[in-house]
């Protein structure tokens, strides 16, 4: 089933969960009792959450203590929402009677969320989701913005911090990564 419309009211978060159309590609959230649907990623998006992801998961320290994922559903605190990439702790993860993934959305926050901007996407709406996970737990979220070539770093209790070229990204404990904004937007070359 195919939703037209971007925004639809009326149903609870409880509901909106048992929606066959919700984690139709692209997914759709549901913040402050609306369904929101995401927009379709371009090149800049797909390829930076997939290097990113890719790159982050290689990079966690031995005992897997954090997993990056992309893509899956958290719903927590009345909101239920899509990050492009999310590392959440290994220890929360559910897992079957044989000890794998549970093939399911997880129902509390990443300790690290990372969104990049869409061209249709508008900065505020990301960000009010940035900052509800914060509020929430994580330790750090990122705004990858391709167009303007920075990435907005929220820290809980730091103020909001912009890095650009080669400045030294922050990472969460547990893996072993240096980047820079310039080492991300240079996935967007070919070579």
């Not at 203590?65 to 909101?79: I, N, P, S, Y």
């Not at 913005?145 to 990472?171: A, G, W």
Request: proline share 7%; with cysteine; net charge negative.
């Amino acid at each position: 089933m195919t939703i037209a419309s971007t925004q639809i009211k009326g149903l609870t978060l409880e509901e909106f969960l048992q929606q066959d159309y919700i984690d139709e590609s692209p997914a759709y959230e549901y913040i402050d009792n609306q369904i929101i649907r995401k927009p379709m990623p371009k090149t800049h998006h797909s390829r930076i959450q997939l290097k990113l992801a890719s790159l982050i998961e290689s990079a966690t320290l031995k005992g897997n203590k954090v997993m990056a994922f992309t893509e899956l559903r958290c719903t927590f605190c009345d909101r239920s929402i899509v990050p492009d990439i999310l590392v959440v702790e290994t220890e929360k993860i559910p897992l079957d009677e044989d000890g794998e993934l549970e093939n399911n959305a997880i129902f509390f926050s990443p300790i690290w969320t990372i969104e990049i901007l869409s061209p249709s996407q508008t900065p505020t709406r990301v960000i009010d989701n940035i900052l509800f996970c914060l509020e929430n737990g994580p330790q750090l979220g990122w705004l990858i913005d391709s167009q303007e070539k920075i990435i907005m770093v929220f820290q809980p209790e730091k103020p909001l911090k912009i890095y650009r070229q080669d400045e030294t990204l922050p990472i969460i404990e547990n893996i072993d990564l240096s980047i820079t904004p310039n080492n991300i937007f240079s996935w967007l070359k070919i070579k």
